[in-house]
């Protein structure tokens, strides 16, 4: 079974850093995406960033363009959001969700994406 585990979050200063981990199991081959989203109170999940497992391409929720980076180890089992110069609005809960590659390019549709791991906080404050 596909499983996704993600860690990481705490508390954390306005202009800080803070790193999360997305540690994936199950899948056979390494053809599947990443997906991170977050979800802040009294909002809807949103996606933050997208990473191809196959060919390591990246992209970016326009709202963490420049702050946020999204890697994986070389044995491909961890994804790690790396998140600098947080700002309060980044507190929320993060999410990390794998799908299979579709032609279907809409990365942040929630609906694409097959498995989710839980949620881990994220809390921006001084």
């Known amino acids: 079974d596909v499983q996704l585990q993600a860690s990481g979050g705490g508390l954390v200063q306005p202009g800080g850093s803070l790193g999360l981990f997305c540690v994936v199991s199950?899948?056979?081959?390494?053809?599947?995406?990443i997906g991170w989203f977050r979800q802040a109170p009294g909002k809807e999940r949103e996606g933050v960033s997208w990473l191809s497992m196959r060919d390591g391409s990246t992209t970016y929720a326009d709202s963490v363009k420049s702050r946020f980076t999204v890697s994986t180890d070389s044995a491909g089992n961890t994804v790690f959001l790396q998140m600098n110069s947080l700002k309060p609005e980044d507190t929320a809960v993060y999410y990390c969700?794998?799908?299979?590659?579709?032609?279907?390019?809409?990365?942040?549709?929630?609906?694409?994406?097959?498995?989710w791991g839980q949620g881990t906080q994220v809390t921006v404050s001084s």
């Open positions: 199950g899948f056979i081959f390494d053809d599947y995406d």
């Open positions: 969700a794998a799908k299979y590659p579709t032609y279907d390019s809409r990365w942040y549709l929630q609906s694409l994406y097959d498995y």
